[in-house]
């Protein structure tokens, strides 16, 4: 299993220079990996195309960019160069978005979302394998009247979703190489989750998936004065349908109530807690909310756990 972290999320936007300089703090903690969220303002596979030139051996992914309002021949060529800068390290992850923002922002109606995943990963992926597309969806088209390629991206980019439900989580069994679950504790993901999408890609199949679970979480020595705080981050989660039922499944009433806080003893446990409900990878976010002595210390912890 490996371990990464957060870098720049919906909530905190760092300048491109700090970003860069925390993704060589991260590598040479020994951390596998650095992920962006997806915002409306850093376009994430850019700021990734950014850190994993600057900083190699770093795997870099999005986390994640809502198929609502993009297309997947955008999406391709973002992705694609992200991979040809980074020499092979990008990782794409989609997500559904939310209905609020998708039709405040974009004013689309949020209509057959799965339909839509669907029909985007359909279209997405031979773009990402040969650079060529002939789809006609009932959702979208894409076409390729010219090469779609980009020079040394390779191997081609995979594809994680951030899929909790089921209906999601067969989909991208199907169609994409993994997920990102967030706020998914092992209960959910052991019981739930990780059945669900690996007997969806064994019956299409396909390789057995990614797990790449999401987990809020600190070495910390206040470890309830963090969860005060990450009580009222987490908060707008609960009213997001999708994250209730991956939080009930947890049996979870808060989100914080999933925030892996405490010494090293007791956040080294709950990574192992993970590994063993099934997640391949862990990315721990919001390493940062209790100050920066906790984020190295949580960041240290890590990446001895990687073997880093």
Same mark, same amino acid.
């Given at each position: 299993m490996t371990l990464g972290v957060t870098l720049s999320s919906t909530s905190r936007q760092l300048p491109v220079d700090t970003t860069v300089r925390l993704a060589r703090e991260a590598r040479d903690a020994g951390l596998h990996s650095a992920w962006?969220?997806?915002?409306?303002?850093?376009?994430?596979?850019?700021?990734?195309?950014?850190?994993?030139?600057?900083?190699p051996d770093l795997h870099v992914?999005?986390?994640?960019?809502?198929?609502?309002?993009?297309?997947?021949?955008?999406?391709?060529?973002?992705?694609?160069?992200?991979?040809?800068?980074?020499?092979?390290?990008?990782?794409?992850?989609?997500?559904?978005?939310?209905?609020?923002?998708?039709?405040?922002?974009?004013?689309?109606?949020?209509?057959?979302?799965?339909?839509?995943?669907?029909?985007?990963l359909m279209a997405l992926r031979p773009l990402l394998e040969t650079g060529e597309a002939d789809f006609h969806g009932e959702l979208l088209t894409a076409t390729t009247p010219y090469p779609a390629a980009v020079p040394g991206a390779q191997p081609p980019v995979p594809v994680l979703v951030a899929a909790m439900g089921p209906q999601a989580l067969r989909v991208s069994g199907e169609l &994409?190489? +993994?997920?990102?679950?967030?706020? @998914?504790?092992?209960?959910? /993901?052991? %019981?739930? $989750?990780?059945?669900?999408?690996? *007997?969806?890609?064994?019956?299409?199949?396909?390789?057995?998936?990614?797990?790449?679970?999401?987990?809020?979480?600190?070495?910390?020595?206040? &470890?309830? +004065?963090?969860?005060?705080?990450? @009580?009222?981050?987490?908060? /707008?989660? %609960?009213? $997001?349908?999708?994250?209730?039922? *991956?939080?009930?499944?947890?049996?979870?009433?808060?989100?914080?109530?999933?925030?892996?806080?405490?010494?090293?003893?007791t956040v080294a446990a709950e990574v192992r807690r993970y590994r063993d409900a099934g997640a391949t990878e862990v990315v721990f976010t919001a390493t940062d909310l209790s100050g920066e002595e906790d984020r190295r210390r949580t960041w240290k912890l890590l990446g001895e756990l990687s073997g880093g």
């Open positions: 962006f969220g997806q915002s409306f303002a850093y376009d994430s596979p850019s700021l990734a195309a950014i850190v994993g030139r600057e900083v992914g999005t986390s994640a960019i809502p198929v609502f309002g993009r297309h997947p021949l955008l999406v391709s060529s973002q992705a694609q160069t992200a991979q040809a800068a980074t020499g092979g390290r990008y990782h794409l992850g989609l997500a559904l978005g939310t209905p609020h923002l998708t039709e405040t922002a974009f004013g689309l109606p949020y209509r057959r979302p799965i339909g839509l995943l669907r029909e985007f &994409a190489d +993994g997920i990102l679950p967030f706020l @998914a504790g092992p209960r959910a /993901l052991a %019981e739930h $989750i990780v059945p669900a999408v690996t *007997a969806a890609a064994e019956s299409a199949g396909r390789p057995e998936p990614r797990i790449v679970a999401l987990v809020p979480g600190a070495v910390t020595s206040d &470890a309830e +004065g963090v969860r005060r705080r990450a @009580a009222e981050a987490l908060e /707008l989660y %609960e009213r $997001i349908p999708s994250y209730r039922r *991956a939080l009930d499944l947890s049996g979870a009433d808060r989100a914080a109530d999933l925030a892996v806080l405490g010494d090293e003893e």
